[in-house]
């Protein structure tokens, strides 16, 4: 197309449009053709694809979008929901209508509010379920300085058990099941009053069993720890360890020991090259030691720079070293004196240490000592030398001798050397204090590789008193934990481990009055994490484990031992195996709880605590029977009573509860009638009545309705007659509520019995029957009626339901 061709159509639309009266004229320069462009653009794209889409899609049907989103962004909810304003009272018809109205929003207000609060209120206990599951959780690792106790129940859990595994395959494996059987000696013996045997021995010769040279070296550690002065049980065990510092001795003589032992282990394996002979001794075994070193490590670091000549071919300062490091300070200080003069100092605290090793070391030879180590000792080229003189005089704490050190027993033993009392110069004395933080915080279990030798950091941490660090942290490792509970209440027993002042502590907390790093252990959270784990398979077993805690007493001054067994109970359910059971004489048989049987432990205690709990949980079934166990009779009888008035009316299926409550109640007649009971009389005639009325309604839907009249005539609850009726009024309110609650039924059960007996008399052919006695049969049953509809109207009692309607129907019909 050329450009005359477009001219001639442009000027064609010109004409077209101008000739067009419909329309006005528009005339646009370029620039306001581009400005209302981008204009268009820019509002297609501020609004978007979708609502584009939508303008399209609505607008083809004849929709104006933009004028239906302005109509609803003028509508309010909160107008529509409002009270509606008063009218005029004249305008009766909306007047009415008004009232209606708002009656109306305002039960529907009344309804939101009620369910925002309740939904509000059931996601607060949500939340809060959650948030004791994770304390819990959080609290069993948690270490670090607290006063503010927190209060962590143990609430209610649903376990759901598998009918074929309880009672049948145990949960303990066999290392689990060897200590349970020690556990249970030693508790026997503790009941019988027999002298307690140790059990860290006892639990130290099951462990020997089991073929584990690192169990066994934990528990020969613990043998040594434990052989000190008992403490007294009216001290804390954690003060009398700090201020004692007994644990220093026996660290120190398990790590000498220990080494005279790898160095007979190491001479027996080269007795060609050790070369040992005449008598034996420590002396003799030290030089055989230092002679076979030499021979084999004689190019080593340690062996270079010796000074001071030799005793009997052997170096001086390593035989002095390695006699100390056996423990043997006679040998060291024979040693000495075969060295000849110039050392005359050590010579005189060697043999004060020998001759009162118990004894305090004369501060002025060790400040001469010190004194000579700065001088001379401290840049000599032996590390023997120089070792000696800082373990007897406890010189430079800071050197770590790392020529001579070369194992952990090695480092241990020399800081423990170097141990003063706490009032010393501390400037210059390595404290207990200061050991302690240096293996738990300072190096700890990253250090020490602890995750992949756990029982090497706890023998450390054992070693430098800190037990109670120890055992929560070998009991963080499942192949350990088993090991880990059972020092720790073989310390318990010896009242070696300090607890902490509250139960709900964590398993490993900080008391802000004991020295750093010192932890408080919570045995009763250590024995209830390892129990959790059989308790429902095992619970004769779980049972010894708790007799550990009888020492102990809860937030509310309970015995914690009774109030773990009153746990048990209720999660194992197995109350006969725990408790024993009512014979048919009133006598209950004996449970596992019996075995146990003190001043302080009474089996009636644990029965009556777990009905309690029952009781709170609204499981009434169970808690009378551990009223009965508890011989609590009137909480018994008054518990079966409240059932008993919910299902009396009832009809008796088999296996239901009203079935199961009568079947109690009968067994509790037979004990208590004629016997001794610890019940109020009110309470005594309560439960007889329920029990004559549940004889009534099982006549009543067995159809015998003469029996079930029977019984009416007998207890005089309801009118018979209208003579009665005053009667029965006065008996009503002298009623338990427990009774009160039955009467509405018992009123409508005995209604339609004198209903049926009408339309049965009315029926009857009159030719066979007297006719005058079928009058008055029937004037009697109407009068009956009459009676049971007044007593209803009559009694200071809200009948439930319709209850009054249906007495009045059935009247009316009877006439």
């Known amino acids: 197309m050329d450009f005359n061709a477009l001219l001639q159509q442009a000027q064609k639309l010109t004409h077209e449009t101008q000739v067009s009266d419909d329309l006005p004229r528009v005339e646009r320069t370029l620039p306001q053709v581009l400005q209302a462009t981008q204009e268009l653009h820019s509002r297609v794209t501020q609004t978007g694809a979708q609502d584009m889409q939508a303008h399209i899609l609505l ?3 004849g929709i104006d979008l933009p004028k239906i989103s302005q109509k609803l962004e003028t509508l309010s909810s909160r107008k529509t929901f409002e009270p509606l304003d008063p009218i005029a009272t004249t305008d009766v018809q909306n007047f009415l209508r ?17 369910s925002y609060l309740s939904a509000e209120a059931q996601k607060w206990d949500h939340m809060m379920n959650d948030w004791k599951q994770e304390k819990v959780k959080l609290m069993n690792a948690l270490i670090g300085p607290s006063q503010s106790w927190i209060d962590i129940r143990k609430g209610p859990e649903q376990t759901i058990l598998n009918e074929t595994t309880f009672g049948g395959r145990s949960s303990l494996n066999s290392q689990e099941m060897a200590y349970a059987r020690e556990v249970h000696e030693y508790n026997k013996l503790v009941c019988e009053g027999a002298m307690r045997p140790s059990l860290i021995q006892r639990f130290a010769q099951v462990a020997e069993s089991f073929n584990d040279s690192r169990v066994n070296d934990v528990w020969e550690v613990m043998k040594y720890m ?23 001795n026996q660290a120190k003589r398990y790590l000498e020991n220990r080494y005279r032992i790898f160095m007979q282990t190491v001479i027996s394996e080269h007795l060609r090259e050790a070369r040992r002979g005449g008598i034996p001794s420590v002396l003799n075994l030290v030089g055989s030691f230092v002679g076979l070193k030499l021979a084999t490590h004689g190019l080593n670091s340690s062996f270079i720079g010796l000074q001071d000549g030799q005793v009997d071919g052997k170096p001086l300062w390593p035989m002095v070293y390695y006699c100390l490091r056996c423990g043997d300070i006679a040998s060291a200080l024979k040693c000495m004196q075969m060295a000849g003069q110039g050392h005359e100092d050590l010579i005189a605290v060697l043999e004060e240490k020998c001759h009162n090793p118990e004894q305090k070391t004369n501060p002025r030879l060790e400040l001469q000592i010190r004194m000579q180590y700065k001088r001379q000792i401290r840049n000599a080229t032996d590390p023997y030398k120089r070792a000696v003189y800082c373990i007897v005089g406890c010189c430079d704490i800071q050197e770590p001798h790392a020529d001579i050190a070369k194992t952990t027993d090695d480092f241990l033993w020399i800081q423990l050397s170097l141990i003063r009392t706490e009032g010393d110069d501390s400037a210059e004395h390595l404290t207990c204090s200061g050991l302690q933080s240096m293996i738990l915080e300072q190096y700890g279990e990253k250090h020490y590789n602890a995750n992949e030798q756990p029982h090497l950091y706890f023998q450390l941490l054992a070693l430098t008193g800190q037990y109670e660090a120890g055992i929560e942290f070998l009991s963080r490792f499942e192949k350990y934990r088993v090991h880990a509970v059972h020092i720790g209440l073989a310390l318990n027993e010896l009242h070696m481990i300090g607890g902490p002042r509250n139960l709900q502590e964590p398993l490993l907390s900080v008391d802000f009055e004991d020295p750093q790093p010192m932890r408080r252990l919570n045995i009763a959270r250590l024995i209830m994490l390892y129990v959790k784990k059989f308790e429902i398979t095992d619970p004769p077993e779980a049972l010894h484990y708790f007799y550990f805690l009888r020492n102990l007493k809860d937030s509310d001054g309970r015995n914690l031992f009774l109030v773990s067994v009153a746990d048990l109970a209720i999660e194992c359910r197995d109350f006969d195996l725990l408790f024993g059971r009512m014979q048919r004489d009133g006598m209950r048989s004996r449970g596992l709880i019996d075995q146990f049987e003190t001043a302080h432990i009474d089996a009636r205690t644990v029965c009556d605590m ?15 029977k551990m009223f009965d166990l508890a011989s609590q009779q009137e909480q018994a009888l008054r518990y079966t009573s409240i059932l008993l008035s919910q299902v009396v009316h009832h009809s008796n299926r088999e296996g239901s509860l009203r079935e199961r409550v009568q079947r109690m109640a009968q067994e509790f007649t037979e004990r208590y009638t004629g016997a001794e009971k610890n019940c109020d009389s009110q309470t005594w005639a309560t439960f007889n009545l329920l029990k004559e009325l549940a004889a009534f309604f099982d006549y009543y839907h067995g159809k015998n309705h003469q029996s079930a009249m029977d019984i009416l005539e007998r207890i005089k609850l309801v009118p018979l007659r209208m003579s009665d009726l005053d009667v029965a009024v006065n008996n009503f309110k002298r009623l338990s509520g427990e009774v009160c609650k039955v009467i509405p039924d018992l009123l409508l059960a005995t209604m339609d019995i004198a209903y049926t007996k009408f339309k049965t008399m009315k029926g009857k052919d009159v030719a066979k029957f007297d006719d005058l006695g079928k009058k008055n049969q029937l004037s009697y049953l109407r009068e009956q009626a009459k009676a049971l509809t007044n007593m209803a109207a009559m009694v200071p009692y809200r009948m439930p339901g319709d209850t009054n309607s249906r007495l009045i129907q059935t009247e009316i019909l009877m006439h």
Not at 234 to 243: F, T
Not at 610 to 624: C, H, L, N, Q
């Open 59 to 61: 607008g083809s049907n």
């Open 98 to 114: 008004n009232e209606k109205e708002n009656a109306i929003l305002a039960v529907i207000e009344e309804v939101h509010k009620n």
């Open 226 to 248: 434990t052989n000190v002065t008992p403490i007294p049980r009216s001290q804390d065990p954690m003060k009398v360890r700090c201020s004692q510092h007994l644990f220093i």
């Open 610 to 624: 777990v009905a309690e709990k029952f009781v709170k949980k609204g499981m009434f079934e169970d808690a009378i």
